[in-house]
Nanobody, 115 residues
């Protein structure tokens, strides 16, 4: 069974920074694309950033220049460095990973940005 476990969420003042990490474990061979998504109360889950195994990245316009996604293929871990956080970044952040044509999701971690 494949598991993705996020960590690093919390409370931060606007303008501050937080780092998220997500580690995959279980039986799998290769994780191709990994990503971060978020869902604010009353809103749909939206893309934050994705990264391929070859480190090609893609960002939502709302986070470009502020967030950085990275990954460690040996540790099967994806990271999200979030800088210059805004109250509108408040959401539950989920990581996912594509393995053998299936997408697996973590349980989510809360990020709250207060002004």
């Amino acid at each position: 069974q494949v598991q993705l476990v996020e960590s690093g969420g919390g409370f931060v003042q606007a303008g501050g920074s937080l780092s998220l990490s997500c580690a995959a474990s279980g039986k799998f061979f290769v994780i191709t694309t990994m990503g971060w998504y978020r869902q604010a109360p009353g809103k749909r889950r939206e893309l934050v950033a994705t990264i391929t195994r070859g480190a090609r990245t893609n960002y939502a316009d709302s986070v470009k220049g502020r967030f950085t996604i990275s990954r460690d293929n040996v540790k099967n871990t994806v990271y999200l460095q979030m800088n210059s956080l805004k109250p509108e970044d408040t959401a539950v952040y989920y990581c996912n990973g594509d393995m053998a044509s299936q997408t697996y999701w973590g349980q989510g971690t809360q990020v709250t940005v207060f002004s």
